[in-house]
């Protein structure tokens, strides 16, 4: 839990976060691209983010991004 709060906070303290995701993910054609950080969730295991994709809000998960 301690890793997961710490990374939350690099996150909104950097505004940004570059998607990492498998290759079966829908959003895999942008994998490795950082995008701007709309939204955050509470702390937790699957904290919800919302990323600004070609100018549409995205949520993913805190696992997703980097």
């Known amino acids: 839990m301690r890793g997961i709060l710490a990374k ?3 996150l909104r ?3 940004k976060a570059t998607l990492r995701v ?5 959003l ?3 994998n490795g691209n950082s995008f701007t950080i709309l ?4 702390p937790g295991v699957k904290c919800r983010i919302t990323l600004q994709i070609r100018d ?3 949520q993913v998960s ?3 991004v980097f």
């Open 13 to 15: 303290a950097r505004g």
């Open 8 to 10: 939350q906070e690099r």
């Open 22 to 26: 498998t290759k079966g993910h829908p």
């Open 39 to 42: 939204a955050m969730g509470s």
């Open 28 to 30: 895999f054609l942008y």
């Open 56 to 58: 549409k809000p995205v």
């Open 62 to 64: 805190i696992d997703d």
